[in-house]
Structures are given as C-alpha cells and as structure tokens.
C-alpha cells in the first residue's frame, strides 16, 4: 500500500526567507505525485504534479518541486515566500496503476506560519 | 474547467439528527467521484469513492453512507450523527486525462453538537 509521510507539522518562516517542505512516500514504482494548498476554510488547490519526465517541476504561485526517486521524496520548495503563502501543505500519491478508482493518498500536512 | 458545488457551506446539527451534505459538479461528465473528511488538525481521510451512478466504493466503515443518484451529484448521508463526525468534508472530482490530479469542491463545516 502507498504512504506519504510529511514529516514537519508546522513550519515558520519569516516573510522573504527560501522555504522547503519535506514529503516522502512509499509505493513499489514511480507514482503520482502532487503538491495541494490549502487556506482556512477553503478547499484544496493544486500546485503542482510529477507524473513522468523532468525530476524537477514548476507550480502556480512561484512554487516548485523535485522528485528523487532515490530518496523517495518530492519536496516543496519556494525561493522567497509572501505573507499569502501562509497556509496548509499536502503532499499526495496516486498510483498509476489503481484502476478505475485513481486515489489520492494524503500526507497528514505541514501548517506554514509566515512573520513579517 | 471544472466547478464543484457543496451544501451547505456551514452546518451545526444535534448529536443523533441525521445529515445530508450535497456535491454536484460542472464541466465535466462520468466523472470519479470522493467524499474526504478533516478533522480537525488533520489531513484527510477518503470516505467514499464513486466510479459512476450507483456505484459506490467505502473506505471507512462509520455510520456514514453515500450515494449517486445523477452522473455529476454525489450525497453524504448519516441516519444519526455523533459527535465524531464533526470536521470539514471535501468533495472532489479526478480530472480526466490529468495522471489522477483531482479537483476539489469548497467544503462544508460540520460541527455536531
């Protein structure tokens, strides 16, 4: 069974600063991989996804992520964050082949405080 | 693109009442179908799954049901709700042709009380 594992549940940053937000999974192949954000009260929004070809991929919102298939992780990570990009982070596998259900596997998400 | 609808947005019902949270999607056809649930301080936790009307998969077994009565309408149900079922539920919609990407609707907070 796949898992995704983020293993910072908050994270505080100070307005400017680089960021980088860990995720790793478990699955037997090379999965889906996905990058959500969340604000208060809202729903889920994309950011990015990895699912084949360059390691390294560009998001909405200045964000980017790289997959290292030897460490099994696909970090988050931003060069200057803004006060807006506080919010929930959820880093999420899929597998290619789940069949007709094509799930999500949720990491249990880092909570991004930033200071001005 | 698409567009998910959830209702209500905010809920607070009695401990034992029953619940009905509604999720109807736009811009798309025989889509997959999710229920998630937050609790709060946590990640998310997949409910249900539909692949299409009437066809419901659950993940978590728990006095909740759902059901597809329309290709693009996708119902939460309970017959009588407890306090754990307070949280903040997700409805999403995969993305077609998108390698599992899927959209997620608003949500609905639902505080038992």
């Known amino acids: 069974a796949q898992s995704v594992t983020q293993p910072d549940i908050h994270i505080t940053v100070s307005e400017g600063a680089s960021l980088e937000l860990r995720c790793n999974y478990s699955?037997?192949?090379?999965?889906?991989l996905f990058w959500y954000v969340q604000s208060p009260g809202q729903g889920l929004q994309l950011l990015l996804k990895?699912?084949?070809?360059?390691?390294l991929v560009q998001g909405i919102k200045g964000f980017e992520a790289e997959f290292k298939r030897s460490q099994s992780s696909f970090n988050l990570r931003k060069p200057s964050v803004h006060w807006s990009d506080a919010a929930e982070y959820f880093c999420?596998?899929?597998?290619?082949?789940?069949?007709?259900?094509?799930?999500?596997?949720f990491g249990s998400g880092t909570q991004l405080t930033v200071l001005p | 693109s698409q567009t998910i609808h959830q209702w209500p947005a905010t809920l607070v019902q009695p401990v034992g009442s029953p619940l009905s949270l509604e999720c109807t999607v736009e811009?798309?056809?025989?889509?997959?179908l999710y229920w998630y649930r937050q609790a709060a301080g946590r990640g998310l936790q997949l409910l249900f799954y539909?692949?299409?009307?009437?066809?419901i998969s659950s993940e978590v077994p728990q006095n909740l049901s759902a059901s597809r009565p329309q290709d693009r309408q996708f119902i939460l149900s309970s017959k009588k709700l407890l306090l754990s079922d307070s949280g903040f539920y997700l409805c999403?919609?995969?993305?077609?042709?998108?390698?599992?990407?899927?959209?997620f609707g608003p949500g609905t907070r639902l505080t038992v009380l």
């Open positions: 699955y037997g192949a090379t999965p889906y």
């Open positions: 990895y699912f084949s070809g360059d390691t």
């Open positions: 999420a596998v899929g597998s290619p082949s789940s069949g007709s259900a094509r799930q999500l596997t």
């Open positions: 999403a919609s995969l993305v077609r042709g998108r390698a599992g990407e899927q959209f």
């Open positions: 811009g798309t056809s025989n889509p997959n």
């Open positions: 539909s692949i299409g009307i009437d066809q």
